[in-house]
């Protein structure tokens, strides 16, 4: 899988897992909406300023995301590890904002608690038909 495929298959999922790493050093994964943009290596989600995956993230910048899909006969797996920024650019928060997340972010695309997770990729796996193809970035 090349990563132009590679990004295809990113943006048609509806669900994203990251992982951080907690201060016990052990990973914590959760899931989110889709990333709201995908630009060259670099993956952006948006989230609350006061969540703990953002203090994690801020204490240690490592970082894994996860997408798959199950068909009736074949899964497709892909995880992509590198690092996560913690963005509050307003520039970059108005790019990323939607109209929907002014129900999360009642102060609109200025609100404190409103930011954007900047993901770039160094490597991933991707699996498919008990096959793992590697990727660099």
Partial sequence: MNK???FEFIKDQKTAFISSVDEN???VTRAMLAPREISGKDIYFSTNTSSNKVKQYLENNKACIYFYKRGRLKYQGLTIKGTMCVCTDQLLKDR???FGD???YKKGVTDPDYCVLKFTAE????YCDFKIEKIKF
């Fill in 102 to 104: 002014k129900l999360f």
């Fill in 123 to 126: 490597e991933a796996e991707y």
């Fill in 96 to 98: 990323i904002w939607r």
């Fill in 25 to 27: 050093g052990y990973p």
């Fill in 4 to 6: 132009e495929k590679l």
